[in-house]
């Protein structure tokens, strides 16, 4: 039986600064398996990859690639920039029509994405597009986009995210920016994204003027 001065004491509190530690350790392995599996997919090509290789360039087990991502496909279609989005959409001024707010959104959410985030996520999509066995699991990713977007935009006006209003207007954002997203890939991202997605945007919030 414990004394009652040990049963009084209160268990210490975490310790901030490892869990910080820890988390950036984490983020720095998931960074590294997705660099070495993106430099390899170029090397050799995504289906001649296996994911015992991706491991071993990454100096991690294969059982620790799975902890981080569960399949090879994941390694590409996984990123944080639908959390990065949503926030920046509830980060918006209140009164801020949905579409506007949206719209800003994408402007402020890209302004945190570096450079070489940006060639990565060029080199992802291109690989989302070629390469079939990526195709499908792409459509699941947007449809999960499209949810998302749905709950902010619901959230924001008060509307049920399964009402006909807001998934017309999330259809038409994700209808426009899918072009907008070809267009860069196919410039090899000569014309920047947060740009053509910005125009894109402009057009769905003027109504559309041709």
Request: negative net charge; proline residues 8%; hydrophobic residues 45%.
């Amino acid at each position: 039986m414990s004394s009652p001065q040990r049963a009084d004491r209160t268990p210490p509190a975490p310790d901030c600064a490892v869990t910080s530690l820890r988390e950036r350790k984490k983020a720095k392995t998931r960074r590294t398996i997705q660099e070495e599996a993106l430099r390899l997919f170029a090397q050799q090509g995504y289906d001649a990859t296996t994911i015992e290789q991706i491991a071993d360039a990454a100096e991690v087990s294969p059982s620790t690639f799975f902890r981080y991502f569960p399949t090879k496909e994941d390694v590409v279609i996984q990123d944080d920039y639908d959390p990065l989005l949503m926030a920046a959409i509830k980060a918006q001024p209140a009164d801020l029509p949905p579409l506007t707010a949206i719209r800003a959104a994408f402007r402020s959410a890209f302004a945190l994405i570096a450079q070489d985030e940006a060639d990565q996520v060029l080199t992802r999509m291109k690989l989302s597009i070629s390469v079939p066995a990526l195709r499908a699991r792409t459509v699941e990713n947007l449809l999960a986009t499209i949810d998302m977007l749905a709950g902010a935009v619901a959230e924001r006006s008060g509307k049920d995210p399964r009402s006909p209003a807001v998934r017309t207007l999330v259809g038409a954002v994700m209808g426009i920016m899918l072009p907008a997203l070809f267009t860069w890939v196919e410039q090899d991202g000569r014309i920047s994204l947060p740009d053509l997605l910005d125009e894109a945007l402009g057009y769905l919030e003027a109504g559309l003027p041709i």
